[in-house]
């Protein structure tokens, strides 16, 4: 079945740094566009980024020039780099693989204290 595994989240302080990563299995990694959404509480979910099967990425206006997005198809793996962090960054993070379905990872808690 499909799994999609995320990792990298924690509590860090304004100005920090985090690398999530998102481990996809079941899927053929390489055909589907990624992309990272968050959902901080009594909010909607937001795309963040998106990475294309092509390598070309896009951002939300929120995290331009702060947040970097990759993927490795080697290891059937999607990263967000996010630097800069700010308080309103803190939210539930969630990667997304879309193709002829969608699927979504478990989410992990990123906190960002001021």
């Known amino acids: 079945q499909v799994q999609l595994v995320e990792s990298g989240g924690g509590l860090v302080q304004a100005g920090g740094s985090l690398r999530l990563s998102c481990a996809a299995s079941g899927i053929t990694f390489s055909r589907y566009d990624m992309s990272w959404y968050r959902q901080a509480p009594g909010k909607e979910r937001q795309r963040v980024a998106i990475i294309t099967t092509g390598g070309s990425t896009n951002y939300a206006d929120s995290v331009k020039g702060r947040f970097t997005i990759s993927r490795d198809n080697a290891k059937n793996t999607v990263f967000l780099q996010m630097n800069s962090l700010k308080p309103e960054d803190a939210a539930v993070y969630y990667c997304?693989?879309?193709?002829?379905?969608?699927?979504w990872g478990q989410g992990t808690q990123v906190t960002v204290s001021s």
């Open positions: 997304n693989a879309k193709w002829v379905g969608s699927y």
